[in-house]
């Protein structure tokens, strides 16, 4: 029983950790000079540009419940 209960401790930091790490990191997708992310996107090349994500209603539910499981988990 012991052991279960370890167990899941250890799996319950380890996906809190993936779940700050996925909310924060700036950059999920790199290809040559474009790189996007949940919050922007931005492109270098004679200039560095970013524009904010693209306003589709499922990317803020996206954005609205990797906010909310980060502030619940934390509770």
């Known amino acids: 029983m ?3 209960l ?3 401790i250890v799996l319950h930091v380890a996906v ?3 779940l700050f790490v996925s909310t924060i990191v700036s950059q999920w997708l790199v ?3 474009h ?3 949940l919050w ?3 492109t270098s090349g004679t200039i560095f540009h970013c524009l904010a994500s693209s306003s ?3 990317l803020q539910s996206v954005q609205a419940m990797m ?3 980060v502030i619940f988990s934390v509770l």
């Open 56 to 58: 589709n209603e499922w």
């Open 67 to 69: 906010i909310l499981s």
């Open 31 to 33: 290809n040559g000079g």
């Open 2 to 4: 012991l052991l279960l």
């Open 16 to 18: 809190l950790v993936l």
């Open 40 to 42: 922007q996107n931005c």
């Open 6 to 8: 370890l167990g899941i």
């Open 35 to 37: 790189t996007a992310d």
